[in-house]
């Protein structure tokens, strides 16, 4: 499903009668928007489902945990992949300055006058 049909099929959701079916069914849902804070939203409306004390929720008790855990599971996820892509760009920052800091090295060892050949000679390090 496409973003647009997502959210249409979240509103149509939203304006039915409170159920765990109906929970579920949001919470499945907001899974697969990838909208900023949808997973915290479907996993409380899942652990909501786990807990509900509601006969009618009983069957969908085992469904809801699994959802809730793979919700947890993809935040836990995601925000590992944060973190990572944030030390990536530390280290290309860092790399970048070393670059610079080399290139500025270089260009001043090319600016140096060549060392006399006879000192070195003399001192016995080049035969």
């Known amino acids: ?17 409170r159920s765990p ?10 899974m697969l928007t990838r909208v900023s804070g949808d997973l915290a939203r479907a996993q409380a409306l899942l652990d909501s489902v786990a807990s509900s004390p509601d006969p009618e929720a009983a069957p969908l008790r085992a469904l809801a945990q699994l959802l809730s855990s793979n919700c947890a599971e993809t935040r836990r996820l995601a925000e590992h992949g944060d973190k990572l892509l944030a030390q990536q760009k530390e280290s290309q920052k860092r790399i970048d300055q070393l670059n610079e800091m080399l290139e500025g090295l270089k260009t001043i060892e090319r600016t140096l006058p060549p060392r006399p050949a006879a000192g070195l000679q003399s001192q016995g390090v080049i035969k």
Do not use: D, F, H, T
């Open 21 to 30: 079916r109906v929970a579920i069914q949001m919470g499945m849902v907001l």
């Open 1 to 17: 499903m496409s973003q647009g049909e997502l959210l249409k099929e979240l509103s149509g959701l939203s304006l039915q009668q």
